[in-house]
């Protein structure tokens, strides 16, 4: 009984006594974000020309950002705050530590990389614990979008309701979902105090601790259905600014 | 009478040992820790294994059944497709006694090192529902050890020297959000407890017998309490402005 542990632990990547299909999920994930990111990168920095159309706006380049002299993608601008929110967000952390670091890439399967490991404690990884400071800013970005969604119904001076305003009211709540389902959000809403009954304004807290916690357990849902809505969203109005799609109207036109 | 096929780690070390291969009658509403019992009873009595209760809330029967950490008692025999092997091998990162005994002292001497709850002088042990409930989840853990095993750091790291492990998150978390404690242990959690070296792949929640929910209540509102002390500019100001919390 000299060893630290019962050795055959798995010190290789993928070496496990699991029998069931554990690759799966980190594929799936590793695939889903690997799209995503392709997708926003092409949009961001390539196909950036298709940005509005009539009444509705992508979500990749709102708010509308105008500099003196700035001859690149305006959503260089902006998509640095999302991101930046969702790579320090708790969930996609996971996600990405097992899809992509592996380490590890499934409960008790062996990981990957070597001796060295200093998990969250050193930089750059210790700058996770500015998260809230994203959340600052992408709650910024999601009010910009109501803005937009909401301006999306009135057009060219009168009310305009066409599946384009379905689609950005869609993504605005998903993305309200996540962005106030934030672990960062639930601590600072009012997981901070020890006392929830103390005072009157930490009962207040309280309710609002109640409502972020409900957002909360489904984190990891809202984080990928916001992601596939707001890819969706900006898709729609490309796809209407290139001509392909025509916008499905409802009330006026 | 339906038989399953158990693969059982027989040794006192993992090098040398070996795993041996036991047929046990399968019977209505069987868990794993009967057929260990069955094997212990009939097949070989030098088979070493630890438990209690069977009944979920001892912790003592923790054990890697197919590869995930788990309860003996609390795997059901018909939970496993018909005609599959079943293995069951001790906990990895804990030292090994004797096949699916390990020596899981450590975690009792990372326990020592928390400083306990204290309350102040004149506290008035009348309190509400709603300020207890988040610590009776933390409350539920039985000490099985599954998350220490299955935590990565641990595991497959060896971080003893600098990491508690989540079962200690959940401690600790337990004290710091009493209402009526006034210790503070956020650096302990940031330094000696080694808060930082858990990324939040949430493993511990995975494996938890109790389903606390390791990772979501207890680490990540950790982490933020170490942010509020030492690495948010604007919360320190705020402090140093308007005098400590506690
Ligand atoms: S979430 Fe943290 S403590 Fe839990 S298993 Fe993962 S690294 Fe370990
Ligand atoms: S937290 Fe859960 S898994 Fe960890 S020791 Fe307690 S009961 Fe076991
Ligand atoms: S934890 Fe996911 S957005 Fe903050
Ligand atoms: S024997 Fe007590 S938990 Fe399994």
Redesign the interface.
Known sequence: ???????????ELGA?????AWWVEPALVATGFTLFIIYATWRALVDYQFQEWGPYLSPFFSPKITLPGWQWSPAILILWMPAGFRATC?YY??AY??AYFM??PA??V??FGG?K?????TFP??LQ??H?YFLYLAIVVVGFLWWDAFSSLFYNGSFHLGLGSLVLFGNCIFLSFYTFGC??F???VG??L?????TSGAKTQ?KLWNIVTKL??HHMLWAWVSLCSVGFADFYVRQLAAGVWTDIPFIGS | MREAVMKVFRG?D??SGEFKTYKVPIEEGMVVLDAIHYIQGYLDPELAVRWNCKAAKCGSCSA?V????ALMCKSRMDHFPEG?EI?V?????????KDLV??VSWNYEVNKKIPAFKPSENADWT??Q??IERVQEFRKCIECFLCQN?C??L??????DVFYGPRFFVRMAGL????L?TENRAGILKDQA?L????????CT??CPEEIHI??NAI??L??????E???PVAKLFKTIFGKK?
């Open positions: 009984m000299n060893q630290s542990k019962t050795s055959g632990a798995p010190a496990t006594s699991r029998n069931d708790y952390r996971k530590y097992r380490d590890p409960c008790a062996g990981h001796e490991y200093c998990g969250e404690t990884l210790v614990n500015l809230r672990h960062a639930r601590h600072l997981g901070r020890d006392c929830f009954s103390c309280f909360n357990e | 006192t993992s090098g890697e197919n590869g995930h950490p599959q293995t091998e001790p906990i990895k990162t804990f030292p090994l006694v390990t020596d309190f509400m709603e300020d299955v990565h750091v595991r497959d790291h060896d971080r003893k710091e959000m009493h209402p404690d080694g930082g070296y858990c990324n939040i792949t949430k493993c995975e494996v990772t979501d990540i509102p982490k933020e309490r170490v942010v509020d030492f690495y948010d506690k």
